[in-house]
């Protein structure tokens, strides 16, 4: 079980706890006309939420899936791929509100669908996070 937590601990390390709702809502430079629009300030807001979600993913799944020998593996990636979906379309968005080109939810879908393969494929726990 020790070994266990350590590769949990190493894993979790690896993951990076910023959103792509927080990296899209950083991107946007405060010199782009929209950036003082209302719509434009209060998309930013959906950052920490994302932020947050991606935080207690990172550190409930592995746990989970510890916890249970595996078990909940189907579970966990249907949910973790459905945030995942989540932050993407917060993130575009937030890119469209501000001024942007928000993307395809065909991109969307291709980019949560190959995440959670790459993750799966690498034995990355985290699931559909990028």
């Not at 266990?4 to 991107?27: F, H």
């Not at 209060?42 to 595996?70: C, V």
């Amino acid at each position: 079980m020790h070994a266990k937590l350590v590769v949990a601990m190493l894993l979790l390390g690896l993951t990076g706890c910023a959103s792509n709702t927080r990296n899209m809502a950083d991107s946007i430079h405060p010199s782009t006309p929209q950036f003082n629009e209302p719509a434009c300030q209060r998309s930013f807001l959906l950052a920490p939420l994302h932020d947050e979600i991606k935080l207690t993913r990172s550190i409930a799944t592995p746990s989970l899936l510890l916890l249970t020998g595996g078990g909940l593996l189907l579970p966990l990636l249907g949910l973790n791929m459905s945030l995942d979906a989540i932050d993407h379309f917060d993130a575009s968005y937030v890119s469209r509100v501000c001024g942007g080109v928000g993307t395809p939810s065909r991109n969307i879908f291709e980019k949560v669908v190959l995440g959670a393969g790459f993750g799966l494929f690498t034995g990355n726990v985290k699931l559909g996070g990028h």
